[in-house]
């Protein structure tokens, strides 16, 4: 039978790595609060009929680069995230 994933953890192989899953998890968390800050500082801004360049932008940018290396992060190690809120 054919495996979907090449790694397989085994049970304390995932009890080492959970706390470094947490921390994660975690900055996840924080880089989607930004996001979305920034998101609603730029609809506002957008609506308004003033620039959205600046600060707000290069944030919402860096916040989305920090958000992307964590998801490649998991999937370099295979590991299935299938609710980033609840983790």
């Not at 009890?15 to 968390?29: G, N, S, T, Y």
């Not at 620039?51 to 860096?62: Q, Y």
Request: aromatic share 6%.
């Amino acid at each position: 039978m054919k495996r979907q994933f090449r790694q397989h953890y085994t049970r304390e192989d995932a009890c080492a790595l959970l706390p470094q899953v947490r921390k994660w998890l975690e900055q996840a968390a924080l880089a989607r609060a930004v996001m979305a800050k920034d998101e609603q500082r730029l609809e506002s801004l957008a609506k308004g009929g003033h620039d959205i360049g600046g600060a707000s932008v290069n944030s919402w940018l860096k916040s989305l680069m920090e958000l992307r290396g964590l998801l490649r992060e998991f999937e370099r190690r295979e590991i299935q995230i299938k609710d980033l809120e609840r983790g």
